[in-house]
């Protein structure tokens, strides 16, 4: 119903829906709201599709007449005369100068096709899962301040995009102009992820070892994770990138966070083998990556990785781990060492705790971002602190749940149980406001200047309710304190209606929440919402190729007539 509802709201082609409204809904051809708004900072009123679309609202000026598909073909293979194709107001580098090719990050030479690249990365699954919207994202950071000038971050960042632009191709979701010749998508992503190992092979034979450096190098592993998990082979190659970062963190990365107030020269021994181990490693593109054996450089760490992102994405790795623990037997394990590290008893790495770690990640956006960060996206940080505070405990539970589950298969210790139990409570009524509020908005468009205040309330109460359904899951309702959490049908029935509120408001932002998608389906006897998950699960593979996995697991454990069953036999979610 939801399908021929948004066919019946779409635009007809061809057909301008507003004479009246501002010319960027115009252009667009969607209904303009007319509602002139005062944002701050902004010389011009802005209507409220283009304020929560974050688009420069234009009000004066004619519509520019449509170009056949010829011409705009035409203007993307000559980027020696044209710029990004996106409003001016939200600029991409390096600015094209001359030549059908554009060189960036000292040795990367830009064909068109990566151009496209770029011009796609603000829309791109990168920037929608980890919330914070494109003008001050973290992966807006990392390109326009990093992968600029560093190869191997700018070889990363377009494998991703091209592979993901592949995927939304078979899905019928293209959202640039391309061209007949740039059906080669899929094999240009190949081989950016295999260049992008090259760069971290050659980073860590380098004597560079600057915070910037380091910061390159972390950033790159996450996304080369990021590209295995949706795109590659499963748990294997995921692991041999997990062994970087647990390298870097380990011997570098924890000292300068730990002692980030008394910045200090911290010794860095870069170990290649534990990037990409000597032997062979599986990659996406068919070939090997042959290491050449352990090389040892040293340097030093002079200034403080706090002022870096490099926090931020260390607490992103850890999200990602939480949980991993539905696997078959012979089924690839993902290495959950780097969590234990932190979240097991929550001790952390050499005094570096978890609480430690998610306050300066949390305060890093402005520092790494400096004086250009604005006031704007500083309230936006602090608006959105419960939600993601609240994000955050649901993790930490998913975790300790997983190893419950895990670690004891022969019968669950009492005090344990009701540990969890008790938490689970605490954290329903100290976030009582953000539960409240998500349960009663009745979608995503709150507000009057696209804050994503709300986007990340919904987000993390449905996190939060997922980790009840998981809770069930693992470990059953047959015990006494359960009494005092609400039953497995309410958990499901919040998870299941908040989610179909955000995909109403916001469908790209299902992307964020599969795993809950996935619990919450098997998890209802309603039919109709099990068929409501699969078709999202299955949308979601214009992001990524394993996204259709999980839904193809998903359609067989529903088939099968007994998912609460199935549930413990299934492989890695995340591969």
Known sequence: MDTQQDETNRPKPGKTRSRTGCRTCRIRK?????????????AEPHCRRCSAARMRCEWQG????????????????????????VPASMPLHPIPSSGSVVQAANSLTLSPFDR????????????????????WSTISYAYQK???????????????????????RLHGQERLSLSAGADSSDIDGRIHYGRALSGLREAFNSNERSPEKVEAIFITLWLLIDYENRFGNGANAINIHIRGIHSLLVDHVVPSLKNGDHPRAIDFEADTD?????????????HSQTAHG??????????????????????????????????????????????????????GIDGLTLEDLYRISRQSPSRFWGDTYPAAAKLDDLENLPGLRLYHQSHVLQFRIGELFNNSPSGLEEESYI????????????????????????????????????????????????????????????????????????AVSHVLELSLRLHRSRPRLMLRIPWQLFLAGIATPDRIYQ????????????????????????????????????VRYLGTLQG
């Open 274 to 286: 534990a990037i990409l181990p000597s032997g062979t490693c599986s990659d996406t593109v068919g």
């Open 294 to 347: 352990p090389v040892s450089k040293r340097g030093v760490i002079r200034d403080d990785l706090r002022q870096t992102a490099v926090p931020l994405f260390l607490l992103w790795t850890l999200y990602f781990y939480t949980p991993a623990v539905f696997r078959g037997p012979g089924a690839a394990t993902i290495d959950d060492s780097l969590c234990r590290l932190f979240l097991q008893a929550e001790t």
């Open 116 to 135: 496209l690249c770029l011009d796609y990365l603000q829309d791109s699954a990168l920037v929608i899962a980890l919330g914070k919207h494109w003008p």
């Open 30 to 42: 969607v209904k303009c709201d007319e509602e002139k708004l005062r944002i701050g900072g902004q």
């Open 531 to 566: 068929d409501w998950v699969s078709i999202r699960l299955r949308e979601l593979g214009c992001y990524g190729r394993n996204f259709a996995r999980l839904s193809d697991r998903f359609d067989e454990i529903i088939r099968g007539g007994d998912p609460l069953g199935s």
């Open 419 to 490: 540990q969890i139990v008790d938490e689970i409570i605490s954290i329903s009524e100290e976030y009582d406001v953000v539960l409240s509020s998500a349960k009663t908005a009745h979608s995503c468009d709150v507000g009057s200047d696209g804050r994503r205040v709300m986007e990340t309330m919904y987000w993390a109460s449905i996190a939060f309710y997922g980790t009840i359904v998981y809770f069930y899951l693992c470990l059953g309702s047959t015990h006494n304190s359960t009494s005092r959490l609400m039953p497995l049908e309410t």
């Open 62 to 85: 004619p519509v520019p007449r449509r170009k056949t598909r010829r011409i705009a073909v035409r203007q993307c293979t000559q980027s020696q005369s044209q710029g990004p194709l």
């Open 146 to 168: 990093i992968a600029v000038k560093q190869p191997m971050l700018m070889s990363a960042i377009l494998a991703s995009t091209a592979s993901e632009i592949h995927q939304s």
